[in-house]
């Protein structure tokens, strides 16, 4: 099993910055995909910022030029900088991960336990 943990989540006001972090441990064979998915109270989840294994990189048009998805394939950890946040942002946020227990297995979706960031003045 995988075990993805957050942090970094706080109340900020509108126009701060702050970075989440998420750090994946447990029998890891392959990290493939790891993603930020986000839930606003009364909606769907949604995904904020996903990085492939391969390094490319894709964003919610909301958050395109605000947010900025890294990865230190070493650590098996995944961030997110946020900047510029707007009361919008305001939501759970998720860590997800597609990965590899063993050589011959298929890969499966990991969740976190959610981070809420709350941007009010």
């Known amino acids: 099993q995988v075990q993805l943990v957050e942090s970094g989540g706080g109340l900020v006001q509108p126009g701060e910055s702050l970075r989440l972090s998420c750090a994946a441990s447990?029998?890891?064979?392959?990290?493939?995909?790891m993603a930020w998915y986000r839930q606003a109270p009364g909606k769907q989840r949604e995904l904020v910022a996903q990085?492939?294994?391969?390094?490319?990189?894709n964003y919610d048009d909301s958050v395109k030029g605000r947010f900025t998805i890294f990865r230190d394939n070493a650590k098996n950890m995944v961030y997110l900088q946020m900047d510029s946040l707007k009361p919008e942002d305001t939501a759970v946020y998720y860590c997800n991960a597609i990965a590899t227990t063993h050589r011959y297995s298929t890969a499966n979706n990991y969740w976190g336990q959610g981070t809420q960031v709350t941007v009010s003045s």
């Open positions: 447990g029998r890891i064979f392959r990290m493939n995909a």
């Open positions: 990085s492939t294994a391969g390094g490319s990189t």
